[in-house]
């Protein structure tokens, strides 16, 4: 066991993806994996482990914002030996060149958070993804003829804001859209020397406030999965 995660040591397989909801990392489990087994409910942040295609597959929650994703992918990767986490999430687009449903590999991601400087040293606004991962799901959605956007995202630790509008550091380096996780993430395996990644789905759009009906995002949820899924397949 780790301080949060409850779990055996060999519960937790070497590929974890990790929505920030934990009943979205349940309706993963119960929709894409066989063999299912709970492995931690601690603070009922849900973590499955189960098979997609013969192949062993955790999946589990990262709560929201830095520190959270912080505590939970660093145990994973020090303490459980997983070797490669994919963030699945949704985003907020800050430009109108993005739709609803379309889907981001993330290259870097921006950020205001001190994360990465007060826990490793590591100097910096951005981060880029971590390992082979990155190329892996582009090379994965080529192959399925998927359209993914790449490019770099503003990973905020704010969610309301006093001044609407896209915030400078996002503007100044053409971030696409927003979340609130990836920064720690990609600080986490640069330091561990794991692999990281983080794919996306655009729930909403902030310039013309279009979002996802509840219906919709399990529907947008379920394209994202089959990428991730597919990729790690022959990971």
Partial sequence: MSIHISAAKGDIA??????????????????????VKLVNSVRNAFYFTGQYKNKAISVGASGMGCPSIGIYSYELYNEYDVECIIRVGTCGAYTTDLRLFDIINVERAFSESTYAL??????????????????????????????????AIHSSDIFYRAKPGTPPIAEK???????????????????LQKSAATLLTVSDIIPTHEQMSSADREKALKDMMELALETVLDF
Avoid at 21 to 26: G, S, T
Avoid at 121 to 127: Q, S
Wanted: proline letters at 4%; hydrophobic letters at 45%.
């Fill in 14 to 35: 070497p590929i974890v993806l990790m929505p920030g909801d934990p009943l979205r990392a349940k309706y993963i489990a119960d929709n894409f994996l066989t063999d």
């Fill in 173 to 191: 380096n053409n971030c696409v859209a927003v979340e609130m996780e990836s920064f720690a993430l990609f600080a986490n395996a640069k330091y």
């Fill in 118 to 151: 007060h826990a490793f040293g590591i100097e910096g606004d951005h981060l880029y993804h971590e390992g082979k991962i990155y190329k892996a799901i582009n090379d994965t959605a080529a192959k399925k003829g998927m359209h993914i956007i790449k490019g």
